[in-house]
């Protein structure tokens, strides 16, 4: 159960609600909504953030000079897209240690993915060297001079041209698990730049779905990323002790979960 939430609205204006996971002097864990990016846009910094949402949250003034005080340090990212658990530090010599814990892979990570077919095994991993693509910005390629890159799967459930599974990625490249899952053939079930950008919506399970009403817009199932980042674990070098944070999946991810499981059923 989250500690407490707060709601927002994100990039396209839709209410959004932001719940946290944990918090302490040190740090802090948040379940972020799909639609929200974790930092401020480097074209338009006015989209909505989680950074700056929770710096506006947590806002402390200095008692010398009367400015705000740093309170929150991003730890790490995830696409905005993309729903889960992400991580805060709440002091400088947290972010610190939670650096060194990211880029040493002391931080162990699972998400749930939906995608569209099936990995040629049950479990496996993929590992393949990824670099940003000369030509086609914010997309990266699977190449040979890449950067080593590793992702554990496992198949959670399967269904009809669907599959959901568990990933752990043991790299933190950008787009990793996408780019992974593309390559095997098995893309998320909603990815534009790495697959089929089109919303999921009921006329994919029912062949004889007619709308109550002709000239309403068809309201999707889901409409973003397949992806969710679900849960995050790792030894607090504060604390002392063994943290592990989940996220249940938002309302859009548990709809298409559903609806899949009703559609196999049939």
Not at 215 to 239: C, G, K, M, V, Y
Request: proline share 9%; charged share 25%; aromatic share 8%.
């Amino acid at each position: 159960m989250p500690l407490s939430s707060f709601t927002i609205r994100d990039s396209e204006n839709r209410k959004q609600s932001v719940e946290i996971l944990h918090e302490d002097a040190h740090l802090l864990a948040v379940n972020k909504p799909p639609g929200l990016a974790v930092i401020p846009d480097h074209w338009d910094p006015e989209i909505p953030n989680l950074q700056a949402l929770l710096e506006q949250k947590y806002e402390k003034l200095s008692g010398e000079t009367g400015k705000p005080v740093k309170t929150v340090w991003v730890a790490h990212r995830i696409d905005a897209d993309t729903s889960g658990v992400v991580l805060f530090a709440r002091s400088a010599e947290m972010h610190r240690e939670l650096n060194l814990l990211f880029e040493d892979g002391q931080v162990r990570k699972t998400y749930l993915a939906v995608t569209r077919g099936r990995p040629p095994a049950a479990e496996g991993a993929i590992e393949l060297p990824l670099q940003p693509h000369p030509t086609r910005p914010q997309f990266m390629q699977v190449h040979k001079q890449g950067k080593p890159s590793l992702t554990h799967y496992r198949v959670a459930e399967t269904f009809k041209h669907y599959a959901l599974l568990e990933i752990s990625p043991q790299t933190g490249r950008t787009h990793q698990i996408r780019v992974h899952l593309k390559e095997i053939r098995c893309p998320l079930a909603i990815d534009p730049l790495y697959g089929s950008g089109r919303p999921i919506d009921l006329s994919l399970f029912k062949r004889d779905y007619v709308k109550k009403d002709p000239f309403e817009e068809n309201r999707p199932l889901i409409s973003r990323l397949t992806l969710h980042a679900w849960r995050l674990q790792f030894r607090d070098p504060f604390a002392g002790e063994e943290r592990t944070f989940e996220a249940p999946p938002p309302k859009d991810f548990t709809a298409l979960l559903k609806a899949l499981r009703r559609w196999d059923a049939a």
